[in-house]
């Protein structure tokens, strides 16, 4: 599982099978993450 941690809450929660490597977190965040990410932080 990764998640973000934005004003003491959880966001953008993605589970996945298997270890988390350097291409599923940059995809994680490149396509989930900043979506989810407040404008004025």
Known sequence: MI???CNN???A???FEG???KAIFTTY???ILI???PLDK
Do not use: D, H, R, Y
Request: hydrophobic fraction near 45%.
């Open 9 to 11: 809450q959880i966001i």
């Open 35 to 37: 979506k989810e990410l």
């Open 3 to 5: 998640a973000g941690l």
């Open 29 to 31: 965040v490149e396509t």
């Open 19 to 21: 270890n988390c490597n």
């Open 13 to 15: 929660p993605v589970i």
